[in-house]
């Protein structure tokens, strides 16, 4: 065999591979080829693929396209094209409330806690109304009024420290009371003034951002001054004023607003004092005077205090 033989093999070869990969007329790009002869005769169908539809203006006559009368089949089968169903959607749910702390385990939301006003320290003023009992029912001291200055410091918000200081006059009655000088001679004593200093502490509850209540327990330093009591009758006797000195346990309860919050404060408070010693010439000894004939006499003492209650209202700024 010749060489040109040879090529003329090969180029044949290759041009039947071409002519295989080729489509057939009136059959789309990348569809398997038709049936063999035999198959068509039979009536059985090749093509797997559908097939785009033909008309008849675009087939020449008396001609078709192989496999066409199978693709026409095929798009009477089809149908009408369906819509897709509607694309489903949850119903709207009701908006869920607020979360709150305890409500989930483990908790998932931070407890808020209300803002604390900052009184680190509050100086005031305050009213009110003393009343101090006398022991032994010889002699009564009416309650009076009050009036005083506070200072109170709060290192922690669970607890408070105070400074007070009061002035209190309270009016004496001497009726039942045994003064020494004789039936014929009645005596009558000025207002007694008291005067005290106290300190306090107070554990403290905030309930709200504006409130703090407190219970305070504390000791209290005062002094008693009885002006020179008169006497009328028989005697009249010249004698001095006398002096005395109480140290009580101090208890109280009370409360703060804040009116203005972080500058002032309204406060009210109830307490007690129970006196644990008493000192001094109202309540110990007799008290020496002169009558109008200038002979000695002797007065005796004022009773002794047994307890006292009271009732401040008072403001406090904020420093």
């Known amino acids: ?58 087939a020449p006559s008396g001609s078709s396209a192989p496999g066409a009368g199978a693709g026409d089949e095929d798009d009477e089968d089809e149908g009408p094209d369906i819509p897709p169903p509607p694309e489903y959607r949850d119903p709207p749910s009701a908006p869920l409330p607020q ?86 001679t009645a005596l009558t004593s000025p207002p007694l003034e008291a005067l005290r200093m106290r300190v306090r502490l107070e554990p403290t509850w905030r309930p709200a951002p504006r409130l703090r209540l407190w219970v305070g327990v504390g000791a209290a330093w005062t002094r008693l001054v009885a002006p020179e009591p008169a006497t009328t009758g028989a005697l009249l006797v010249r004698s001095s004023e006398r002096t005395g000195v109480s140290t009580d346990l101090d208890v109280a309860v009370g409360g703060a607003f804040a009116v203005v919050p972080r500058w002032l404060l309204l406060e009210l408070a109830v307490g007690g004092a129970l006196p644990l010693t008493q000192s001094g010439t109202a309540f110990e000894g007799r008290l020496q005077g002169i009558d109008q004939q200038g002979r000695l006499q002797h007065l005796a003492p004022l009773p002794r205090l047994e307890s006292a209650i009271e009732a401040r209202l008072g403001v406090g700024l904020v420093l």
């Open 1 to 58: 065999m010749t060489a040109r033989h040879g090529v003329g093999v090969l180029l044949a070869v290759l041009c039947a591979g071409v002519a295989a990969a080729a489509p057939a007329p009136g059959r789309p790009p990348g569809a398997p080829p038709a049936a063999s002869g035999s198959a068509a005769a039979s009536g059985s169908v090749a093509a797997t693929a559908p097939r785009p539809a033909t008309t008849a203006s675009t």
């Open 99 to 184: 979360p709150r702390a305890g409500t989930q385990s483990p908790s998932t939301v931070v407890e808020s806690r209300p803002t604390e006003v900052a009184e680190r320290a509050v100086v005031g003023a305050d009213v009110g109304v003393v009343a101090r009992a006398a022991a032994g029912g010889s002699a009564t001291y009416a309650a009076g009024p009050s009036a005083g200055g506070f200072v109170r410091f709060d290192p922690w918000d669970w607890l408070g420290a105070r400074l007070a200081v009061d002035w209190s006059r309270h009016d004496v009655d001497l009726s039942g009371w045994s003064s020494g000088l004789g039936a014929g």
